[in-house]
């Protein structure tokens, strides 16, 4: 059974950092992508930043700059650094493994950017 867990999420002030986090338990095979995606009420899942298998990563414009996708392979850890955070980077952050065959979330953590 494959668990995605989110952490780091909490309420932090414009201009601050976060480093969210996504643990992996469970084997799983033929990865294609990993990523992160936020959501906010009344409003679609969007693509934050994302690793596609063999390539570099890509990152939507609104976050270009300030937010960086990593992984750690030994702790099966994929990690969002976010730096200079702005209100409107206020949502739930979602991590995803893509697979051929399946797609896994995890259950989301809450990033409030807030003075």
């Known amino acids: 059974q494959v668990q995605l867990v989110e952490s780091g999420g909490g309420l932090v002030q414009p201009g601050g950092s976060l480093r969210l986090s996504c643990a992996a338990s469970g084997s799983i095979f033929n990865i294609n992508g990993m990523g992160w995606y936020r959501q906010v009420p009344g409003k679609q899942r969007e693509l934050v930043a994302v690793i596609i298998s063999g390539a570099s990563a890509n990152y939507a414009d609104s976050v270009k700059g300030r937010f960086t996708i990593s992984r750690d392979n030994a702790k099966n850890t994929m990690y969002l650094q976010m730096n200079s955070l702005k209100p409107e980077d206020t949502a739930v952050y979602y991590c995803?493994?893509?697979?051929?065959?399946?797609?896994?979330w995890g259950q989301g953590t809450q990033v409030t950017v807030s003075s």
């Open positions: 995803n493994i893509g697979t051929p065959s399946y797609i896994y």
